[in-house]
Nanobody, 119 residues
Framework: QVQLVESGGGLVQPGGSLRLSCVAS????????MSWYRQAPGKERELVAR????????NYADSVKGRFTISRDNAKNTVYLQMNSLKPEDTAVYYC????????????WGQGTQVTVSS
């Protein structure tokens, strides 16, 4: 079955960096776009970054442009989110997401990884 497993979250000081990873299984990873979302306490889940299936195109939320970079390694079935110059407002649970055509189009989410930016 489809699995999306995130890792790499943690506690970091403002201005610091973290790299999140999401390992995918159960589908042909290289044929689907992948995304990272985040959800802060009391707020709606929001799109952070998206990358097309071969990595040729990316897009970002305005709030993270120039600080975050999404990338993927199709040989490892893994999508990454490099987060630099972290701010307290980046504190959230970060989720890996894919919309897959398996009999019908469905949304798949990872379990999430907590990122806390605090001094």
């Amino acid at each position: 079955q489809v699995q999306l497993v995130e890792s790499g979250g943690g506690l970091v000081q403002p201005g610091g960096s973290l790299r999140l990873s999401c390992v995918a299984s159960g589908f042909t990873f290289s044929t689907y776009a992948m995304s990272w979302y985040r959800q802060a306490p009391g707020k709606e889940r929001e799109l952070v970054a998206r990358i097309t299936h071969l990595g040729a195109s990316t897009n970002y939320a305005d709030s993270v442009k120039g600080r975050f970079t999404i990338s993927r390694d199709n040989a490892k079935n893994t999508v990454y989110l490099q987060m630099n110059s972290l701010k307290p407002e980046d504190t959230a649970v970060y989720y890996c997401y894919a919309r897959l055509l398996i009999y019908r189009w469905r949304d798949y989410w990872g379990q999430g990884t907590q990122v806390t930016v605090s001094s």
